[in-house]
Nanobody, 125 residues
Framework: QVQLVESGGGSVQAGGSLRLSCAAS????????MGWFRQAPGKEREGVAA???????GYVDSVKGRFTISRDNAKRTLYLQMNSVKPEDTATYYC???????????????????WGQGTQVTVSS
């Protein structure tokens, strides 16, 4: 049974930091591209950061230089280090797994086969 379980969300003031984690089980984790997505109330879900099996990474422009995605294949865990957070980073954050990207984008939703339940991040000004 595939499981993706996010943790590390919470409330933080603008300018602060958070580290999200996603523990994976039930599939060959190291072979999958992993991504972080977020969805704010009333908005569409958007891709935030992704890391492929070869450790190449991609970020949405709004988080470049502030967020860092990483993975530990031995621990089957995905991370998102969030620094210099802003109120507009407030959202539910989801991790997801894709066995293959179809090309042209890191964040095509249909590429991602498995999804976690999400963890809430709230940034106050």
């Amino acid at each position: 049974q595939v499981q993706l379980v996010e943790s590390g969300g919470g409330s933080v003031q603008a300018g602060g930091s958070l580290r999200l984690s996603c523990a994976a089980s039930g599939y060959t984790y190291s072979r999958y591209c992993m991504g972080w997505f977020r969805q704010a109330p009333g908005k569409e879900r958007e891709g935030v950061a992704a890391i492929d099996s070869d450790a190449s990474t991609g970020y949405v422009d709004s988080v470049k230089g502030r967020f860092t995605i990483s993975r530990d294949n031995a621990k089957r865990t995905l991370y998102l280090q969030m620094n210099s957070v802003k109120p507009e980073d407030t959202a539910t954050y989801y991790c997801a797994a894709a066995n293959e990207l179809s090309g042209g984008s890191w964040f095509r939703n249909t590429d991602y086969k498995y999804w976690g339940q999400g963890t809430q991040v709230t940034v106050s000004s």
